[in-house]
């Protein structure tokens, strides 16, 4: 079945650093792929999107590219803020257009 | 416009008690959807209403799961008899449409069984 590979945190980084958290998936067909994101004591955001190979997803600086090859879709920032400090989710579309296959979640922390 | 509402955000339980978990949807939205996530684990998908009507249950467990989502009110999911292993973190999103992509979460709850 339809699974999701998140690197384990915390990642703990310095501001300005550049971020890289990697995100590899299993699928079937060609499922679109996700970044949520999720502040302290909040509910998780869309952060940002992928619906095809080589698409590339991008909001508030971040960005994450669909690679079917590689079967991958890594979250990168080129310069972190401490505000980026949250558990960020990759996540893919199951067999059924409104079910979510979620990885488990990366920390991370900015340090000023 | 308010986001996505769950109450209350945390819950404690002692084993065989009920815990009862709200959803209140955006404005507008009539899709509701819950998640479920145990420590160090991503979330999974429980089960996905509309208004009076249960589309997709099948993340559910069998036994001692139920959920509703009226027409008046939030949705709710319902344990009965709770036992340790149903401490999780509860989510609930909700939609306009049916994509997953759509899909605004709460906060969640934090359920504890003691």
């Known amino acids: ?112 | 416009n308010a986001g996505v509402m769950q109450n209350p955000r945390h819950l404690v339980r002692r084993r065989g008690q009920e815990a009862r978990l709200r959803c209140s949807p955006m404005k507008g939205h009539s899709h509701v959807y819950w998640y479920r996530q145990l420590p160090e684990e991503g979330l999974k998908f429980m089960v996905y209403l509309q208004k009076e009507n249960i589309i997709d249950e099948s993340g559910m467990p069998k036994e001692r799961f139920s959920a509703e989502f009226p027409k008046e009110g939030p949705s709710i999911l319902r344990i009965q008899q709770v036992v340790r292993g149903d401490s999780a973190a509860y989510f609930c999103a909700s939609s306009q449409g049916q994509g997953a992509w759509e899909q605004y979460f709460g906060p969640g709850t934090r359920l504890t069984v003691t």
């Open chain 1, 1 to 112: 079945g339809n699974s999701v590979t998140q690197m384990e945190g915390p990642v703990t980084l310095s501001e300005e650093a550049f971020l890289t958290i990697n995100c590899t998936y299993t699928a079937t067909g060609y499922p679109s792929l996700f970044w949520y994101v999720q502040y302290p004591g909040e509910g998780l955001q869309l952060l940002l999107k992928a619906t095809k190979a080589d698409d590339k997803g991008s909001n508030k600086g971040f960005e994450a590219t669909y690679r079917k090859e590689t079967t991958s879709f890594h979250l990168e920032k080129g310069s972190v803020q401490v505000s980026d400090s949250a558990v960020y989710f990759c996540a893919l579309s199951g067999d059924s257009n409104y079910q979510l296959i979620w990885g488990a979640g990366t920390k991370l922390i900015i340090k000023p």
